[in-house]
């Protein structure tokens, strides 16, 4: 016989395994199934300075392995699979895994969004040694120092001016000869004394000698080529949600994002998005964390008023 679970939940970062712990510490069956480890884009993270409780900040690895650990303590399982893709049309949802079909009477999907990258050979070997791709969370470590911003959108714009308060120096190179981000951003970082811009221009190699020490540009209307020094680069060229194995079986915005208000309610009864994965104003680990406890709160509710044949 098939075995149902009370609670599925697709993801294992902060926002699935904070549902796993509230989930399980009320009494459900509840499973989460993670793609590779425990923490997500968290994992990621040398030093999280603005979770509370770590007084002298935690590596983002050890935080996401407690999180797991606090979860299964209460009973929580966890499978290490690939979600491929779901059927939410009936009360029991399917979903078709790397190791077979799971069922559950409710789905929280946790899936978060991935940094879109420059696509450069250099990018991933640099990761955590001057390359970034999260100015709050990374951007303490260049206080006094020069740091290059590739983007030219809000968040590309919100970095930089964030890191102007931080930085010695602020170099923002974008593709085009003006920025697509807001008034609200573009207006204090063109006044910033301490941003420079270049123009109409592309990375086309970060250069290292074990850390960063620069970058490479070319101009692409000159095809002049440049060399920045910098101690560190923030690629901020924008998020992609990981919702492509749901198909049409759920509601998404223009960018991908699922759905959901404060409640983390998706259009279809059961089905809950938390953490970076569903539309919001800010994507930060205990915001992902809020999630995950509040969808629990609505996922009981859902559990006790409906008829599961």
Request: net charge negative; glycine share 10%.
């Amino acid at each position: 016989m098939k075995h149902i679970y009370d609670m599925i939940i697709i993801g294992g970062g902060p926002a699935g395994y904070t549902a796993a712990l509230y989930a399980s510490r009320a009494g459900l069956d509840v499973l989460t199934v993670e793609r590779m480890a425990p923490g997500g884009q968290m994992a990621l993270t040398d030093t999280i300075d603005n979770y509370p409780g770590f007084e002298d900040g935690i590596d983002g690895f050890t935080l996401g392995m407690k999180m797991q650990q606090s979860a299964e303590r209460f009973g929580a399982k966890t499978e290490y699979a690939e979600v491929q893709n779901v059927d939410f049309t009936n009360e029991i949802k399917i979903l078709k895994t790397s190791v077979g079909e799971l069922y559950a009477k409710t789905v929280v999907i946790a899936t978060g969004a991935n940094p879109k990258e420059l696509g450069l050979k250099e990018e991933w070997e640099l990761l955590g040694k001057g390359v970034h791709y999260c100015a709050h969370c990374d951007g303490r470590f260049y206080k006094d120092k020069t740091v290059v911003v590739v983007g030219g959108g809000n968040s590309a714009a919100e970095d930089a001016l964030y890191l102007s308060r931080i930085a010695k120096k602020v170099f923002l190179v974008h593709r085009r000869d003006s920025l697509k981000a807001t008034k609200i951003y573009r207006e204090p970082l063109m006044n910033a004394e301490n941003v420079e811009f270049l123009w109409d221009s592309a990375v086309t190699e970060i250069v290292s000698d074990e850390k960063v020490i620069g970058v490479k540009t070319q101009n692409l209307k000159t095809k002049e080529d440049r060399f920045t020094e910098c101690d560190g680069v923030f690629i901020s060229i924008g998020r992609k949600p990981a919702t492509d194995f749901l198909k049409d079986e759920i509601t998404l915005d223009n960018y991908g994002y699922i759905i959901a208000d404060e409640s983390t309610k998706t259009n279809v009864p059961g089905i809950y998005a938390v953490g970076d994965v569903r539309t919001k104003p800010l994507r930060q680990v205990v915001t992902a964390v809020s999630d995950g406890a509040v969808a629990v709160t609505f996922a009981e509710e859902y559990l006790s008023m409906t008829k599961f044949e």
